[in-house]
């Protein structure tokens, strides 16, 4: 049995290990230079493998279709790949929000682990090996093989398709999988980056460019409907927002409100109520009744932020504290509280940590990852309609879809 696997990321090589184990003559074909290269950046070189929470909470973070996905993890799921990863000799720790990293800080760590069982399954595997076409056998609706760039010819028994999405182009995710699968005669969703930053319309943005606020509370509304609301971390940039908070609310941006413009609002104090806040700003006003409005908020906002303040809120920022109107004081509170802006959309797959849409799911068999079209052609990874909000979710995703392909593949 020879199984081809195109696509050296987190699913094509859990494929290959596997599909290997299982006594396959297994070929990964790789168009870099060297495997994992995306899985190498991810986690800002950290690499989040996975989260080490329950099995339902992993379906609840995927975006759509997490019922697809069943057979895939209940196989092999997030306690199954933290196993794998010790047994090679690469040790993990779970933090904040369990998410699990290599116990290093570094995602070589995992690479490194991922070749050494290759290598021990072997696995050949073939680095600067662009495929150029897959070669099917149209009557029979069966897979042959693929043609490389450079017009070789490999036949296999079976081909796995990993090739992940087109987000972080440079990395070789150029969205060849889509053409493969189109050829082949399945369809592709709608794509769209996801796990991305937001453009923001704002001029006053820009000010506050490179602060990161922590323990704030973000909401979007689309045409007044709230499509999404969290806590967390968040930073400003050049052109808008990004940080945790943000990269997950365009998940949510993308799947419900289709790049349409939409409202985002910053609660700056989600611990206090605004009678609670209320009573805070008095307190800071009756200790600074002399000083200048600018001067007498600084406890409350980090430095960046005390002259974009009193702007948003329209009150003279030179005006004396004992001078301002109650009425002021509630613009300035409903500032603090609802922060306003306007998303116009969000930033290009080059920002993107993962792609929304891909490989029609209802074209393949959950039960096995093989394609209901032709006979012997699997899919794994971000090359299928599937995504999901950050903390590992995606990798796993890529680890159970590969494991299932992989091991379906091999059964003879």
């Known amino acids: ?25 297994v070929v990964l074909l790789e168009k870099n230079e060297k495997t994992g290269k995306k899985l190498f950046i991810t986690g800002k070189g950290r690499c989040n493998v996975t989260n080490a929470c329950d099995t ?18 209940y196989g092999y799921d997030n ?38 069982e290759m290598q021990k399954a072997g696995v050949k595997v073939r680095l600067n090996s662009e495929v150029e076409e897959v070669l099917i056998d149209n009557e029979k609706k069966q897979i042959l093989g693929v043609r490389l760039h450079n017009r070789e010819k490999i036949m296999a028994d079976r081909l796995i398709i990993a090739t992940g999405g087109i987000s972080y182009v ?5 969205g060849d999988g889509y ?19 937001f453009n923001i319309e704002e001029d006053w943005c820009k000010q506050l460019q490179g602060l990161s606020l922590r323990n704030v509370e973000a909401t979007i509304e689309v045409e007044g409907r709230n499509i999404y609301s969290d806590f967390g971390e968040m930073l400003f940039t050049h052109y808008g927002v990004s940080g945790p908070l943000m990269l997950s609310g365009s998940s949510y941006y993308v799947h419900k409100a289709g790049n349409r413009p ?48 009193p702007m948003l809120a329209q ?15 509630e613009r300035f509170l409903h500032t603090i509280k609802h922060l306003e802006l306007t ?49 590992g979710y995606n990798l796993q995703i890529a680890w159970s879809t590969g494991h299932l392909a992989g091991e379906s593949a091999a059964e003879e």
Not at 170 to 174: A, E, I, Q, V
Not at 356 to 366: A, D, F, R, T
């Open 262 to 309: 939409a409202k985002l609002y910053i609660d700056l104090k989600p611990a206090l109520t605004q009678e609670q806040l209320d009573k805070r700003i008095l307190r800071e006003f009756d200790a600074n009744r002399n000083k200048q409005f600018k001067n007498a908020i600084a406890t409350l906002f980090p430095a960046k932020m005390q002259n974009i303040m």
């Open 343 to 391: 998303i116009t959309g969000v930033r290009d797959y080059n920002e993107a940590i993962i792609t929304k849409g891909g490989v029609k799911l209802s074209e393949i068999n959950p039960s096995t990852m093989e394609s209901k079209i032709i006979k012997g052609l699997y899919f794994a990874g971000e090359v299928l309609d599937l995504d999901a909000l950050t903390g």
């Open 1 to 25: 049995m020879k199984i081809l696997i195109i696509g050296g990321g987190p699913a094509g090589m859990m494929a290959a290990i596997t599909a290997a184990k299982a006594g396959a003559d």
């Open 170 to 174: 440079l990395t070789g995710s150029t």
């Open 56 to 73: 339902e909470n992993l379906f609840a973070n995927v975006m759509e279709h997490s019922k697809f996905l069943y057979s895939a993890v």
């Open 179 to 197: 053409r493969f699968a189109r050829e082949a005669g399945h369809s592709v969703t709608k794509l769209s980056p996801a796990l991305v930053p």
């Open 79 to 116: 306690q199954a790949v933290m196993q794998f990863f010790e047994d090679a000799g690469c040790h993990l720790k779970t933090e904040r929000g369990q998410r699990v990293f290599p116990e290093s800080d570094h995602s070589s760590d995992i690479l490194r682990a991922l070749d050494r």
């Open 315 to 329: 009150i003279d920022p030179e005006k004396k504290v004992n001078e301002i109107t109650k009425e002021e004081r």
